[in-house]
C-alpha cells in the first residue's frame, strides 16, 4: 500500500469516500464544516488555503484498501492538527488505516511539528484505530451547545481582550491548564477573546473561534473567579448571540469538570464526550526526511515509515 498527496485523478476516490469521514478536530467540524473534496481541492490548487490531503490505495483486486487523510499545521507552533480520516472497506482494513495515520505523521514531523492531535468519541471505533497507531490519550473533554441566546445583562464583567491583556492572559493559562497539555496543544491565538480582571487582576479569559455555523469558547478562569463561572458564560453567550443555525459550543475539559453545572444550568447541552489524543513525531522525524523529499513535487510515496505497535 502506498500513501501520496492528493492530486486530481483522487477527485472520485474523495467523493466516494468523503460520506464516511470522521471528523477528528470538533471545534472545524462544528463551526466551519466543508466537505473533504472541497478542503483537498483548495489545498492543491491553492498554496496556504484548504487542507492538505494524503490518499492511501493498495491491496489486490477485488478487496483493494482506499483511504484519505487530512491534516492541518498550526502556524508558529510545533504541533499539527488531524482533521479528518476516511477508509473502505469501513472499519474493516486496519493495517490500511494504520499506514496512513504513520505517513501523516512522518509528514507532521518533516513539516517540524512535534506532535499530531486527533479528537474522536470514546465510543467510536476510530479510537481503538488510533490507540493501535501510538496516539495516547492526554485528557478527555465534553464539548456543550447553546442554541438560545440569554438576555443581555444590566452590567458587563467581561470586556474585549486588548493587546495590553496579553501578557495576563497567557500567565492565567500558564497557571490553570495542566503542564502536559500545554505542551501538546497551546491556546490557539488567532481567537478575539472576553477577559474579565478584578483589582489590576486577570481572573478570567474567554477564547472565542467564530466560524460561519457558530462559535466555539475556550474557558481559562483563576481558582477566585470560579463563584462567578455563571455569569461569564451567561455574558459571553449574550455576547454572541447563538441561534440554532449557528449554535455556541464551549468545550470542557476534564480538568475544569466543575464547569459543567453552570453549563447546564444555563440551557447548555452535552453533545458527548471525547478522547484528546497525541502521537509525538519528533523522534521520528529523521526516518521521514527521505520519504518526504519530494513532497512538493507531489510525488510521494511511503510504505509504513513510521514502526507502530501492533497493540495496546
Known sequence: MSLRPFDLRDIALVRQLEEHHVPLDSRTALTEPQRPLHSALL??????????????????????TRAFGQIRLH???LQAQLVAIASNPVGQELSGLLTMLDGLTAYAGHC???????????SSAHFEVLRRADFVVYTRQEVWRLTTAPPQPDTRKLQP?????????????ANTVPRLIQQVDPPDRTGAGLVWAQDGELLAYVRACCG?????LQLYLHPQGEEAARTIIEQAAATYQP??????????????????RPLA?????????QALLVRHTTARVRAAENAFATLHEKSMEVTSPVTHSNAK
Open 75 to 77: 502556524p508558529r507552533c
Open 212 to 216: 460561519h455555523r457558530g462559535v466555539w
Open 243 to 260: 441561534t440554532s443555525a449557528a449554535p455556541l459550543y464551549c468545550c470542557v475539559r476534564r480538568y475544569q469538570e466543575w464547569l459543567n
Open 112 to 122: 517540524g511539528a512535534h506532535t499530531i492531535v486527533a479528537e474522536v468519541e470514546d
Open 265 to 273: 444550568e444555563l440551557g447548555f447541552e452535552p453533545l458527548g464526550s
Open 161 to 173: 481582550e486588548q493587546e495590553k491583556d496579553r501578557c495576563s492572559i497567557q500567565q492565567l493559562i
Open 43 to 64: 489545498a492543491y490548487l491553492i498554496a496556504g488555503r484548504g487542507t492538505p490531503t494524503f490518499v492511501l490505495r493498495g491491496g489486490r483486486a477485488g478487496t483493494e
